[in-house]
């Protein structure tokens, strides 16, 4: 029995880790899309998965692979700008204050050879600049690339929900307009009586 048990709770568990790791991404678009509950979209996952997984596993793919070219390209376009700014801000400023703002950098604060180097207070002043600059660049970068993932979530979960439930792309569940009956009267119920009051 307990032979029995452990293999159908490892056959359980390969099935559930699997699905999980294949199709778990599928539940924060489900809820987003369709306004529904954690149930649903855990439900909905399992239904895709077993509808086909080489289908899932085929748009995911073509939808990973999709960011990362997206995300390679951005990248490749912020280390040219970087490039690029440094350049510059050679021709600007000098190589001299430039190499000193980078050995600023390099030592994340004041180098040892501080004096030797003539780092004055307009050198850590640049190295700062720079820095903040190459950060935000890193940081819209890193932005780009969580907008681009959720994106394709999104995109992935419409076009299995299209493929499966026959559902279009364009029909995204949302409110009713005016937010739905707020109170008893809009919602149909009659008055009767009140409490201290008599009855009408």
Do not use: N
């Not at 700008?81 to 000193?100: N, T």
């Not at 819209?140 to 992935?156: G, K, N």
């Amino acid at each position: 029995v307990v032979v029995v048990v452990v293999a159908a709770l490892a056959f359980v568990g390969v099935v559930i880790g699997s699905v999980a790791l294949l199709a778990g991404f599928l539940t924060a678009p489900t809820i987003a899309c369709e306004d529904s509950d954690a149930f649903d979209a855990v439900s909905r996952t399992f239904t895709y998965a077993g509808a086909g997984l080489p289908r899932l596993v085929s748009v995911r793919l073509r939808f990973a692979f999709g960011v990362l070219l997206g995300a390679a390209w951005r990248a490749l376009r912020t280390a040219l700008v970087i490039v690029l700014g440094l350049f510059l801000l050679r021709v600007g400023a000098g190589d001299g204050a430039v190499d000193r703002a980078l050995a600023v950098l390099a030592s994340m604060g004041e180098p040892p050879d501080a004096a030797r180097l003539g780092i004055t207070l307009g050198d850590q002043v640049l190295a700062g600049v720079m820095a903040l600059a190459v950060a935000g660049l890193v940081l819209l970068w890193l932005a780009d690339l969580v907008s681009r993932v959720a994106c394709a979530r999104a995109a992935v979960y419409l076009i299995l929900r299209r493929d499966i439930d026959g559902v279009p792309i364009d029909r995204i569940r949302t409110q009713p307009e005016g937010g739905g009956p707020l109170t008893a009267e809009g919602a149909g119920f009659v008055e009767v009586s009140r409490v201290g009051e008599p009855a009408s």
